[in-house]
């Protein structure tokens, strides 16, 4: 288990949820991972447990990436996973109607402010070396349209599109610099705690919420990592500007119940 071996891979948000499953598997395959998050408690103790670097860093804040380049000035795999859904104190309006700007920009800030900024980090901590792996966290959500979630939406939408535009600036520079999108859909991570609750119900909750999905269940974080471990890897060479979807066949279209 070494396809990360002597490669130093920093991963945003990974206190919890699918950066910490990134993490993880990043340092079972023999990376040098630097684990970041901006609540520091939570990062240092995950990175306690898993044996790694943390260094706290709010993506949405220029001062903390600077920082950041100052201690790590090189890297081998860059992934931009923190990002927020604009419910995290609870539910407010996140419709195209009633959502308030300020909400709508904080969401953006995180999200695509936060890879902005870390894809121009991996840039200019990889183009010396002329090679490296970026990997941005985007959704299904990027791919369709989310009434009810209009920012998040939008925000991991300009996620893939700007992905694709780091690809082809890298590779203009003659750079072998590559950067890929991942697309989760619903994962099963502590994002969803709120609405499942611990009841006698949960089990309900859980099959309504994937009652359009193929597969009939959520997906898991390592599930997610496993396609992260093979982009940041050099079985991914002639791979860039392309987007990998894990939605247990959501955007597939309708299936067929069995006969």
């Known amino acids: 288990m070494s396809r990360l071996f002597e490669k130093t891979c920093v991963v945003t948000g990974a206190a919890r949820g699918i950066g910490h499953a990134i993490a993880r598997r990043f340092c079972e395959e023999g ?8 609540d520091e408690y939570a990062g240092q103790t995950a990175a306690d447990a898993l044996g790694c670097r943390f260094e706290p860093l709010d993506v949405a804040q220029e001062t903390d990436w600077t920082r950041l380049a100052r201690i790590v000035p090189t890297a081998d795999v860059v992934v931009n996973n923190a ?15 009633h959502a308030s700007l300020a909400d709508w920009r904080a969401v953006h800030r995180v999200n695509l402010d936060g890879t902005f900024l870390g894809c121009r980090y991996a840039i200019g901590a990889m183009k010396a070396a002329g090679t490296g792996a970026i990997i941005n966290m985007s959704s299904r959500s990027g791919l369709v349209g989310i009434p009810g979630a209009a920012a998040y939406a939008s925000s991991k939408a300009a ?3 700007h992905s694709k535009t780091v690809a082809l600036y890298c590779a203009q520079q003659g750079w072998q610099i590559r950067c890929n999108s991942i697309h989760p859909a619903a994962i099963l991570t502590p994002i969803w705690e709120p609405m499942l609750g ?8 859980m099959a309504a919420l994937v009652a359009d999905t193929p597969l009939k269940r959520f997906g898991e974080p ?3 990592a496993a396609i992260a471990v093979m982009l940041a890897s050099d079985d991914a060479t002639y791979i860039t500007g392309s987007e990998f979807n894990i939605d247990g066949g959501l955007l597939a279209g309708s299936a067929a119940p069995p006969g």
């Open 31 to 38: 990376a040098t991972v630097i684990l970041t998050d901006r």
């Open 198 to 205: 611990d009841g006698p119900d949960r089990e309900g909750k």
């Open 222 to 224: 390592d599930e997610v």
């Open 159 to 161: 996620i893939r599109n």
């Open 83 to 97: 990002g927020i859904t604009g419910f995290e104190a609870g539910y407010v309006p996140h419709d195209p109607e």
